[in-house]
């Protein structure tokens, strides 16, 4: 697998992105704020991130998708990582993700890829999102927000 920067004439992976945020709108904002990058294998984009700079010295991972054939090898935590290293590249001194309280899996993931949570915004997904969102039988209400330093 090899990850790289998408260019400002390629269009962003909608519907990987999708997968990690249902909401169409909010991808769109995000992805013209941010950098995007891609992951392929025999030059098929297999995954995404976008990275988004938020005050001067912090960077938000806004989006990490695989393609869901591919889920569960190992090639999320390269994203993730990857992504991390990105961000203490350009240098960031703290990066930030947000996930939904019912997300189990990527609260694992981030957490084994060395971030702690800070805090949760409660009802943060009735406020922002129309749809409803339901993931392990639990219904997507709040935002956790986890960091790590990267200094
Ligand atoms: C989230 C996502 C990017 C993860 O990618 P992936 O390739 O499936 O994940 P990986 O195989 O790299 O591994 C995930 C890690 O989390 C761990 N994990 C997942 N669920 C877990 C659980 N319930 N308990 C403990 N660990 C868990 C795995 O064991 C693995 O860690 P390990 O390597 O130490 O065993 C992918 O599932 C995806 O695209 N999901 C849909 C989009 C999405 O929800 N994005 C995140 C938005 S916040």
Redesign the pocket.
Known sequence: MSIRKLEIEENPPLSLLL???PSREMVEDYTRRGVTYIAEILGNVIGVYVIVPLEHDTIELK????DER??????????VHHSIEEARGLGYQKIE?G??NS????L??YQ?CGFRIDSIEKDFFIKHYKEVIVENGIQCRDMVRLSQCLT
């Open positions: 997968l990690a945020d989006n990490v998708a695989i591919l889920q569960g090898q190992g090639l999320g935590k390269l994203l993700v996930t939904g997300s189990i899996s990527q694992a993931l084994k």
